[in-house]
């Protein structure tokens, strides 16, 4: 079952955006890619959405809605 994992960046600058990925890989996540919230009155991105996946082994019997 491939688990995902969305981070939400509200300060969108290099050294965060590197921290984030560090952070996260280094906790077994694997990048998936990262999606930018652009404002209109800026070239710079309001916020960064940057995703993540990583393979888990379900539960036996679990379903979607408990998690069990």
């Known amino acids: 079952m491939i688990r995902y994992k969305v981070v939400e960046v509200s300060v969108v600058t290099d050294e965060e955006l590197e921290s984030v990925l560090n952070e996260w890989s ?15 009155s800026s070239k710079r991105p309001a916020m960064a959405f940057v995703l993540f ?13 408990t998690g069990q």
Do not use: Y
């Open 53 to 65: 996946t990583r393979d888990e082994k379900p539960a036996k019997n679990s379903t979607p809605e």
């Open 26 to 40: 280094a906790a077994g996540w694997l990048f998936e890619g990262m999606q930018f919230a652009m404002r209109e």
